[in-house]
């Protein structure tokens, strides 16, 4: 359902989410390394969310990619929006192009019930929750 440049934003700001009261400057080696990722596309991606001020960025020698308590409430759907556009909250599940209420493809109200739980679930949930649920065991990230 996301792009894969989606899927790596997420692993990352949670990563860096749960690593930020130790030193919250990572070096974008660790970070791609940390989530598995490739590292210049890895570098990409935060970037652009770095733009966006989703997390922060820190330039020279001892710089890289931080998220501090200004970034505490991050919804999960702002990473997505940044990465990924609102495509995936609207669009339609087969690509057709003219889909809409008023002239919807046979997936239309099935697709349009789950994209509007998966909208309400991403703006439900904070980056800071799921670092959270790394932190106290509740939640996983094994990455292969």
Do not use: W
């Not at 990352?12 to 919250?24: F, G, H, I, K």
């Not at 820190?58 to 890289?64: C, E, H, I, R, Y």
């Not at 919804?75 to 609102?86: A, P, R, S």
């Amino acid at each position: 359902m996301f792009s894969k440049s989606c899927e790596y934003a997420f692993r990352a700001v949670v990563y860096l989410c749960s690593r930020s009261t130790e030193d919250p400057i990572a070096k974008i080696k660790e970070i791609s390394d940390s989530i598995k990722a490739p590292m210049h596309y890895t570098s990409k991606v935060l970037q652009q969310l770095s733009r966006k001020g989703i997390i922060g960025s820190q330039k020279g020698p001892n710089g890289g990619f931080y998220v501090d308590s200004r970034f505490t409430n991050i919804k999960l759907i702002e990473v997505v929006k940044v990465i990924d556009g609102e495509k995936v909250f609207t669009g339609c599940a087969m690509g057709i192009i003219p889909c809409s209420e008023t002239n919807p493809c046979v997936m239309h109200e099935r697709f349009k019930k789950i994209r509007n739980e998966l909208n309400e679930m991403m703006q439900d949930i904070t980056i800071h929750q799921l670092a959270d649920g790394l932190h106290s065991g509740e939640l996983k990230m094994k990455l292969y």
